[in-house]
């Protein structure tokens, strides 16, 4: 596979709070390791990920939005963002389609007049425009900044993302490959199982409460057999019957809130909310694992978790990295 031309590098993705960076990550490496959902600030941590074909192999940072920080929790996600730049080999900073060009972008334009890094602009969610438009939101742009690109992609819908692999195979040096050829990611399957529950909860939870979650797992174990029950029925008899299985994966989390009545909301009347939020994420997590789950969880209120040094190192944000 490897010829004297093979490429490798270190490419980031940038931009503000829910502009679509780790839906673009996950449409090109091909794979969800990174979670979405149409709230801001879903990313907390960088994520690797790793693309690999005969050309090379590009190694993509997906970071937290850049924005205003308001807690501690707030400062490492910026300070994570803000550190990746001059780390890579590409940066991708990521807008969505407009001319109006906000106190947001201005702030991360000045940011990146300090790198001499290679920039890519790269205009997200074109497939909720029309094609006539896409040059006027390039046209008011290409000024900000010195763009060594500008690309245009629906990370929702894949489009354009073949022409942005080829072009980032432009700026990246020759190199060793650092990864084997089906690493797809350097995250801890802990870790992924966290963000995977945190995501549903995102999207089945009330606006005020997301930001003030996080997921802590207790327990990751594999069982190399169960029984699973299987209902009969012959001439009007109910039996229950049990079948050996193969796998099985025990895994106990717990959704940390700061409030005692975002508990109450997180679980629900009845147990239904959590029940909701395991259902769909067992469901991902199998198909992360790819074998069958015993999902259990719990809701425990830590107040005020996000301005906690200890806290934060405890479930994943080690602000000692800066």
Not at 12 to 22: A, D, H, Q
Not at 258 to 286: C, F, N, P, V, Y
Request: charged letters at 30%.
């Amino acid at each position: 596979m490897k010829d004297e031309k093979f490429k490798s590098g270190f490419v980031t993705l940038i931009g503000r709070p829910n502009v679509g960076k780790s839906t673009l990550m996950n449409q090109l490496i091909g794979q969800k390791i990174a979670i979405t959902s149409d709230k801001p600030q879903t990313t907390r941590n960088r994520i690797q990920t790793v693309y690999t074909d005969e050309r090379g192999q590009i190694i993509f940072l997906d970071t937290p939005g850049i924005h205003k920080a308001k807690n501690k929790l707030g400062e490492y996600m910026v300070n994570v963002a803000e550190r990746t730049v001059s780390e890579v080999d590409v940066v991708l900073w990521l807008v969505e389609p407009s001319t109006f060009i906000g106190a947001g972008e201005q702030l991360i334009a000045e940011k990146l007049k300090k790198t001499k890094t290679p920039i890519i602009l790269v205009i997200n969610k074109i497939d909720t425009v029309k094609k006539e438009e896409i040059l006027t939101f390039i046209a008011a742009y290409k000024d900000i900044c010195n763009f060594a690109e500008i690309i245009p992609v629906s990370a929702l819908k894949g489009e354009n993302t073949k022409v942005l692999i080829q072009t980032l195979y432009g700026y990246l040096p020759e190199g060793p490959q650092y990864y084997d050829e089906d690493t797809v990611t350097d995250q801890p399957e802990r870790q992924i199982v966290a963000e995977l529950i945190r995501e549903k909860a995102l999207r089945l939870l009330n606006d005020e409460i997301p930001h003030g979650i996080a997921v802590s797992i207790e327990r990751m174990k594999e069982r190399t057999s169960y029984r699973e029950e299987q209902d009969s029925f012959d001439e009007g008899s109910h039996q229950t019957q049990y079948q050996d299985r193969g796998g099985l994966i025990d895994i106990d989390a717990t959704i940390v809130c700061e409030r005692d009545s975002h508990k109450g909301i997180i679980i629900g009347k009845g147990g239904t909310m959590l029940k909701q939020i395991g259902t769909h994420a067992r469901r991902e997590i199998e198909n992360l694992l790819d074998c069958k789950v015993n999902l259990k969880l719990w809701v425990k209120v830590k107040k005020d978790w996000r301005d906690s040094d200890f806290l934060m190192k405890n479930y994943g944000y080690d602000r000692s990295e800066k």
